[in-house]
Nanobody, 126 residues
Framework: QVQLVESGGGSVQAGGSLRLSCAASGLTYSGNCMGWFRQAPGKEREGVARIYSTYGSTYYADSVKGRFTISQDKDKKTVYLQMSSLKPEDTAMYYC???????????????????WGQGTQVTVSS
């Protein structure tokens, strides 16, 4: 049974930083596109960053480029999202997701990600 468990969310002032973690279990870690998505109240869930677990190739949404960094620890089957220079518009529930495909073939299509975590809340105040 695949499980993705997020942690690290919280409240921070604008300009601050947070690091989210996503611990994966029940899957063969290599060969997966691991993604971070977020959903603000009243908005669609959107892709933020993704990483191909085999090679560590990374992809970012334009809105977070230069501020967020996705990384992984293969031994721990854990994906991280380091968020810096946070803005109030980054406030959302952040979700970890996984699909056993190359990231380039998945893109930001959330419907293609078969596994999801429960989410962790990030709140950025001005």
């Amino acid at each position: 049974q695949v499980q993705l468990v997020e942690s690290g969310g919280g409240s921070v002032q604008a300009g601050g930083s947070l690091r989210l973690s996503c611990a994966a279990s029940g899957l063969t870690y290599s060969g997966n596109c691991m993604g971070w998505f977020r959903q603000a109240p009243g908005k669609e869930r959107e892709g933020v960053a993704r990483i191909y677990s085999t090679y560590g190739s990374t992809y970012y949404a334009d809105s977070v480029k230069g501020r967020f960094t996705i990384s992984q620890d293969k031994d721990k089957k854990t994906v991280y999202l380091q968020m810096s220079s946070l803005k109030p518009e980054d406030t959302a529930m952040y979700y970890c997701a996984a699909v056993r495909r190359r990231c380039v073939s998945v893109g930001w299509a959330k419907a293609d990600f078969g596994y999801w975590g429960q989410g962790t809340q990030v709140t950025v105040s001005s």
